[in-house]
């Protein structure tokens, strides 16, 4: 019952900024890991960026234009996309390693529903 829902995509011209948001609810007892991904028309998913409690890492094409970051007490990632460029247009999907119960082994199987990200140039 892990829900992740995105928000914030739409149409920017070349040159904008877009931040994304990602929202974890249902049964989490710990997020390991929060990414995301993007997948462009005709092409493979991608990993954008990535954080845990202590490192981030971002796909090379992104370094020093986004920038992912947690809020822990709403089990939410954000991801503030500065100097968009046409080749960021995609749907960038949300993406969670977490345990549902104390119990549990860590799944990353849990994907938001994706949001489009149009750049138009």
């Known amino acids: 019952q892990v829900q992740l829902v995105e928000s914030g995509g739409g149409l920017v011209q070349a040159g904008g900024s877009l931040r994304l948001s990602c929202a974890a609810s249902?049964?989490?007892?710990?997020?390991?890991?929060m990414g995301w991904y993007r997948q462009a028309p005709g092409k493979q998913r991608e990993l954008v960026a990535a954080?845990?409690?202590?490192?981030?890492n971002y796909a090379d094409s992104v370094k020093g234009r986004f920038t992912i970051s947690r809020a822990n007490a709403k089990n939410t990632v954000y991801l503030q996309m500065n100097s968009l460029k046409p080749e960021d247009t995609a749907v960038y999907y949300c993406?969670?390693?977490?345990?549902?119960?104390?119990?549990?082994?860590?799944?990353?199987?849990?994907w938001g529903q994706g949001t489009q990200v149009t750049v138009s140039s």
């Open positions: 954080i845990t409690s202590s490192n981030t």
């Open positions: 249902g049964s989490i007892f710990s997020i390991n890991r």
């Open positions: 993406n969670a390693d977490l345990i549902t119960t104390i119990y549990g082994k860590s799944s990353d199987a849990y």
